[in-house]
């Protein structure tokens, strides 16, 4: 409210000396946008134009009296948003658990979060315009349980996420557009239970050759595709993708030579074929491909390594369409590489033809 109060109060003393042409100063950091450093009458750095492309005018930091807020903050009422107005930088952490908060607008001067950026259980959270001048977050990127969500438009500004990026449990969002700039992830990517979720394109930024500690793309039974990861490379720890019925390909995943841990495929009902991972050739811990109904060809033709040191190292179980000469020549395969852990292969079909 005191916010909003000083505001108000400003509006007549900016409109005056925009009448008179003269210019107006408000404190704010040394590099702050507005100065007009050529002489030509104008902001050179004002953000007032539609960056992010989400048909709204983004706001003119150059307007923001307000540096660092020390610490964390949380925005759990429309009045803590007021509270945060003007402040460009949250110097630790920023949750936004908000009742009755149907966007975030009145934090657009916001561009830097230090730690993690939350945005947890907002059950009238419909967009997030607020947030469009965001760059960067530090820590992780966690946007879950916001039934009502219905895009990430208002993130159009964001490069990158120096922690893990979690979109879970968002049932009315369809798409990842509002990423397309995110160029680098520093943590995990977790994409589960997003019931509308049709692709990921909106990840399509990830830079070429990305390496990424851990990748789940689970639940989402809407999912077609998964395309917009074709930046990934290698992921250090697990791969777990499970139970996406739309999902028909990994056609996307091909730049991924290298899972470090655990590799789960796993009741993804329209699969064909695994095609997509073509590129892999180790596994560091265990593949375990199960329950895959329309499964009817591997293509890991790369694959030479898988680790000897659990039990099954290698399974290949209840995928009804897939002859089980393809899960046995792949067994052959990692054999012939010197290869010597331990396989379970069963439930798959032993009527099948395989290709010679």
């Known amino acids: 409210m005191e916010a909003t109060l000083r505001r108000i109060a400003l509006a007549p003393l900016l409109l005056a000396l925009a009448a008179a042409g003269t210019g107006c100063w408000l404190a704010q950091d040394?590099?702050?946008?507005?100065?007009d450093s050529d002489g030509d009458g104008?902001?050179?750095?004002?953000?007032?134009?539609?960056?992010?492309?989400?048909?709204?005018?983004?706001?003119?930091?150059?307007?923001?009296?307000?540096?660092?807020?020390?610490g964390d903050a949380l925005v759990d009422s429309p009045a803590a948003i007021d509270e945060l107005w003007?402040?460009?930088?949250?110097?630790?952490?920023?949750?936004?658990?908000?009742?009755?908060?149907?966007?975030?607008?009145?934090?657009?001067?916001?561009?830097?979060?230090?730690?993690?950026?939350?945005?947890?259980?907002?059950?009238?959270?419909?967009?997030?315009?607020?947030?469009?001048n965001v760059a960067d977050v530090g820590g992780g990127l966690f946007i879950g349980f916001n039934p009502?969500?219905?895009?990430?438009?208002?993130?159009?500004?964001?490069?990158?996420?120096?922690?893990?990026?979690?979109?879970?449990?968002?049932?009315s969002l369809d798409s990842l557009f509002g990423f397309e700039n995110v160029t680098h992830v520093g943590g995990d990517l977790h994409i589960e239970s997003n019931l509308s979720l049709i692709d990921v394109d909106g990840l399509s930024g990830l830079q070429d050759g990305a390496a990424i500690q851990e990748l789940t793309v689970t639940h989402n039974p809407a999912l077609e595709r998964i395309d917009g990861l074709a930046g990934l490379a290698s992921v250090g720890s697990l791969m777990i993708v499970?139970?996406?019925?739309?999902?028909?390909s990994?056609?996307?995943?091909?730049?991924?030579?290298?899972?470090g841990w655990i590799l789960q495929i796993h009741d993804n009902?329209?699969?064909?074929?695994?095609?997509?991972?073509?590129?892999?050739?180790?596994?560091?811990?265990?593949?375990?491909?199960?329950?895959?109904?329309?499964?009817?060809?591997?293509?890991?033709?790369?694959?030479?390594?898988?680790?000897?040191?659990?039990?099954?190292d290698l399974?290949?179980?209840?995928?009804?369409?897939?002859?089980?000469?393809?899960?046995?020549?792949?067994?052959?395969?990692?054999?012939?590489?010197?290869?010597?852990?331990?396989?379970?292969?069963?439930?798959?079909?032993?009527?099948?033809?395989?290709?010679e």
Do not use: F, K
């Open 30 to 35: 040394p590099g702050a946008a507005g100065s």
């Open 86 to 132: 003007g402040y460009r930088w949250i110097g630790g952490r920023l949750t936004v658990t908000c009742p009755a908060c149907a966007d975030l607008e009145g934090l657009e001067c916001l561009e830097s979060v230090d730690d993690d950026l939350e945005l947890w259980n907002n059950p009238e959270l419909i967009v997030v315009h607020g947030l469009n």
């Open 42 to 70: 104008d902001s050179d750095t004002d953000t007032d134009t539609d960056a992010d492309a989400d048909a709204d005018a983004d706001t003119d930091t150059s307007t923001c009296p307000n540096g660092l807020w020390e």
């Open 242 to 248: 499970n139970g996406n019925d739309a999902l028909g």
């Open 315 to 355: 399974t290949i179980t209840q995928n009804p369409a897939l002859p089980t000469c393809d899960a046995e020549a792949l067994r052959d395969q990692l054999q012939a590489a010197g290869w010597g852990g331990d396989w379970s292969i069963g439930g798959n079909d032993d009527d099948g033809v395989c290709e």
């Open 269 to 312: 009902a329209s699969l064909v074929d695994l095609a997509g991972l073509g590129s892999l050739q180790s596994v560091g811990g265990t593949l375990s491909i199960h329950g895959n109904a329309a499964l009817g060809h591997l293509g890991l033709d790369y694959l030479v390594s898988v680790s000897e040191n659990y039990t099954p």
């Open 250 to 259: 990994l056609d996307g995943l091909e730049g991924i030579t290298e899972v």
């Open 148 to 171: 009502m969500l219905a895009d990430l438009l208002g993130l159009g500004s964001l490069a990158g996420v120096g922690g893990t990026l979690t979109v879970a449990q968002n049932p």
